[in-house]
Protein backbone atom coordinates (compact mmCIF):
# COMPACT_ATOMS: atom_id res chain seq x y z
CA UNK A 1 0.00 0.00 0.00
CA UNK A 2 1.51 3.06 -0.88
CA UNK A 3 1.49 6.32 1.59
CA UNK A 4 -0.55 8.32 0.28
CA UNK A 5 -2.53 8.56 -3.47
CA UNK A 6 -0.55 11.55 -4.38
CA UNK A 7 2.82 10.95 -3.34
CA UNK A 8 4.84 11.98 -0.83
CA UNK A 9 7.93 14.57 0.14
CA UNK A 10 10.58 13.36 1.74
CA UNK A 11 12.58 15.16 4.17
CA UNK A 12 15.54 16.51 2.02
CA UNK A 13 12.92 17.46 -0.78
CA UNK A 14 11.07 19.99 1.91
CA UNK A 15 11.83 23.89 2.13
CA UNK A 16 14.91 24.46 4.68
CA UNK A 17 12.59 26.05 7.76
CA UNK A 18 10.34 23.23 7.29
CA UNK A 19 13.06 20.66 7.16
CA UNK A 20 14.44 22.20 10.53
CA UNK A 21 10.71 22.29 11.44
CA UNK A 22 10.51 18.16 11.20
CA UNK A 23 14.32 17.37 12.20
CA UNK A 24 13.89 16.92 15.50
CA UNK A 25 10.49 15.25 15.31
CA UNK A 26 11.87 12.31 12.89
CA UNK A 27 15.02 12.33 15.24
CA UNK A 28 13.19 11.68 18.43
CA UNK A 29 10.37 9.59 16.93
CA UNK A 30 12.77 7.55 14.37
CA UNK A 31 10.73 8.44 11.37
CA UNK A 32 8.60 11.11 9.25
CA UNK A 33 4.93 11.37 9.57
CA UNK A 34 3.25 10.46 6.83
CA UNK A 35 0.71 13.09 6.86
CA UNK A 36 3.97 15.81 7.04
CA UNK A 37 5.21 13.81 4.14
CA UNK A 38 2.14 14.06 2.62
CA UNK A 39 1.48 17.98 3.22
CA UNK A 40 5.08 18.22 2.26
CA UNK A 41 3.68 17.95 -1.66
CA UNK A 42 2.36 21.28 -0.66
CA UNK A 43 4.77 23.51 1.21
CA UNK A 44 2.90 26.11 2.12
CA UNK A 45 -0.14 24.22 3.43
CA UNK A 46 2.17 22.16 5.64
CA UNK A 47 3.78 25.28 7.19
CA UNK A 48 -0.39 26.76 8.46
CA UNK A 49 -0.64 22.86 9.39
CA UNK A 50 1.64 23.03 11.44
CA UNK A 51 1.69 26.58 13.09
CA UNK A 52 -2.44 25.72 13.69
CA UNK A 53 -1.00 22.13 14.68
CA UNK A 54 1.22 23.81 17.15
CA UNK A 55 -0.62 26.36 18.51
CA UNK A 56 -3.04 23.85 19.93
CA UNK A 57 -1.24 21.15 20.55
CA UNK A 58 1.57 22.39 22.16
CA UNK A 59 -0.01 25.08 24.83
CA UNK A 60 0.67 25.01 28.21
CA UNK A 61 -2.58 26.28 29.18
CA UNK A 62 -6.33 25.03 29.09
CA UNK A 63 -6.07 21.37 28.37
CA UNK A 64 -3.32 19.09 29.03
CA UNK A 65 -1.40 17.35 26.41
CA UNK A 66 -2.70 14.22 27.16
CA UNK A 67 -6.73 15.41 27.27
CA UNK A 68 -5.57 16.97 23.61
CA UNK A 69 -4.56 13.54 22.22
CA UNK A 70 -8.08 12.28 23.78
CA UNK A 71 -10.06 14.71 21.53
CA UNK A 72 -8.04 14.00 18.47
CA UNK A 73 -8.55 10.58 18.98
CA UNK A 74 -12.23 10.40 19.66
CA UNK A 75 -13.06 12.88 16.87
CA UNK A 76 -11.00 11.01 14.86
CA UNK A 77 -12.82 7.56 15.54
CA UNK A 78 -16.30 9.10 15.30
CA UNK A 79 -14.46 10.17 11.88
CA UNK A 80 -13.77 7.01 10.95
CA UNK A 81 -10.07 8.39 10.37
CA UNK A 82 -7.65 5.48 10.43
CA UNK A 83 -4.66 7.28 10.00
CA UNK A 84 -5.26 9.77 12.62
CA UNK A 85 -6.78 7.23 15.21
CA UNK A 86 -3.67 5.22 14.91
CA UNK A 87 -1.34 8.33 14.49
CA UNK A 88 -2.45 9.63 17.90
CA UNK A 89 -3.88 7.14 19.73
CA UNK A 90 0.25 6.11 20.49
CA UNK A 91 0.63 9.35 21.15
CA UNK A 92 -2.05 9.09 23.89
CA UNK A 93 -0.95 6.16 25.06
CA UNK A 94 2.92 7.53 25.62
CA UNK A 95 1.19 10.62 27.18
CA UNK A 96 -1.09 8.77 29.29
CA UNK A 97 1.15 5.13 30.00
CA UNK A 98 -2.34 3.44 29.47
CA UNK A 99 -2.05 1.06 26.64
CA UNK A 100 -5.79 0.43 26.30
CA UNK A 101 -7.65 3.90 26.65
CA UNK A 102 -6.60 5.03 22.89
CA UNK A 103 -8.07 1.53 21.69
CA UNK A 104 -11.27 2.12 23.64
CA UNK A 105 -11.85 5.64 22.78
CA UNK A 106 -11.06 4.99 19.06
CA UNK A 107 -13.47 2.22 18.78
CA UNK A 108 -16.37 3.47 20.49
CA UNK A 109 -15.71 7.13 21.52
CA UNK A 110 -19.56 7.69 22.65
CA UNK A 111 -19.26 4.33 25.56
CA UNK A 112 -15.75 4.04 26.70
CA UNK A 113 -15.54 4.13 30.41
CA UNK A 114 -14.03 7.25 31.46
CA UNK A 115 -13.60 9.57 34.80
CA UNK A 116 -16.31 12.42 34.57
CA UNK A 117 -13.57 15.00 33.48
CA UNK A 118 -12.93 12.88 30.49
CA UNK A 119 -16.19 12.09 29.79
CA UNK A 120 -16.99 15.51 29.52
CA UNK A 121 -14.38 16.48 27.08
CA UNK A 122 -15.37 13.59 24.29
CA UNK A 123 -18.48 13.94 24.69
CA UNK A 124 -18.28 18.03 24.18
CA UNK A 125 -16.14 17.05 21.06
CA UNK A 126 -18.37 14.28 19.84
CA UNK A 127 -21.24 16.83 19.96
CA UNK A 128 -19.53 19.04 17.76
CA UNK A 129 -18.01 16.57 15.00
CA UNK A 130 -20.98 14.46 14.48
CA UNK A 131 -23.87 16.95 14.05
CA UNK A 132 -22.42 20.17 14.43
CA UNK A 133 -25.73 22.17 13.44
CA UNK A 134 -27.27 20.96 16.74
CA UNK A 135 -24.57 21.98 18.74
CA UNK A 136 -25.19 24.69 20.94
CA UNK A 137 -25.24 26.57 24.61
CA UNK A 138 -26.61 22.85 26.01
CA UNK A 139 -23.32 21.56 25.02
CA UNK A 140 -21.04 24.40 26.70
CA UNK A 141 -23.44 24.32 30.10
CA UNK A 142 -22.79 20.68 30.36
CA UNK A 143 -19.29 20.89 29.92
CA UNK A 144 -18.98 23.58 32.28
CA UNK A 145 -21.44 21.79 34.53
CA UNK A 146 -18.69 18.96 34.64
CA UNK A 147 -15.75 21.44 35.51
CA UNK A 148 -14.63 22.48 32.12
CA UNK A 149 -13.23 26.14 31.98
CA UNK A 150 -14.08 28.87 28.91
CA UNK A 151 -10.38 28.03 27.63
CA UNK A 152 -10.83 24.38 27.83
CA UNK A 153 -14.40 24.17 26.07
CA UNK A 154 -12.14 26.33 23.32
CA UNK A 155 -9.51 24.07 23.39
CA UNK A 156 -12.03 21.19 22.67
CA UNK A 157 -13.79 22.94 20.00
CA UNK A 158 -10.60 24.36 18.34
CA UNK A 159 -8.75 21.16 18.73
CA UNK A 160 -12.27 19.10 16.85
CA UNK A 161 -11.96 21.88 13.94
CA UNK A 162 -8.54 21.55 13.04
CA UNK A 163 -8.81 17.64 13.19
CA UNK A 164 -12.00 17.35 11.20
CA UNK A 165 -9.65 18.79 8.58
CA UNK A 166 -6.93 16.40 9.05
CA UNK A 167 -9.32 13.57 9.27
CA UNK A 168 -10.68 14.45 5.64
CA UNK A 169 -6.93 15.10 4.30
CA UNK A 170 -6.38 11.53 5.35
CA UNK A 171 -9.43 10.42 3.63
CA UNK A 172 -8.52 11.69 0.49
CA UNK A 173 -4.69 10.94 0.45
CA UNK A 174 -5.83 7.58 1.68
CA UNK A 175 -3.07 8.63 4.07
CA UNK A 176 -1.21 5.28 5.45
CA UNK A 177 -0.36 4.93 9.32
CA UNK A 178 3.10 4.95 9.50
CA UNK A 179 4.24 1.69 10.51
CA UNK A 180 6.05 2.42 14.22
CA UNK A 181 3.05 4.34 15.13
CA UNK A 182 1.45 0.64 15.76
CA UNK A 183 3.69 -0.41 18.38
CA UNK A 184 4.19 3.13 20.67
CA UNK A 185 3.13 3.33 24.56
CA UNK A 186 2.71 -0.45 24.15
CA UNK A 187 3.56 -2.94 26.56
CA UNK A 188 6.40 -4.47 25.47
CA UNK A 189 7.24 -8.74 26.24
Not at 96 to 122: C, F, Y
Not at 168 to 182: Q, V
Amino acid sequence: MADSRFGVAELDDLPDDLRERIAPIAEKSGFVPNIFRALGRRPDELRAFLDYHDALMERDEGLSKAERELVVVATSGANHCGYCVVAHGAILRVRTKDPHLADRVATNPWGAELDDRRRAIVDLALALTRKPELFGQNDIDTARAAGLTDDEIWDVGSITALFAASNRLAHLAALAPNAEFYTMGRATR
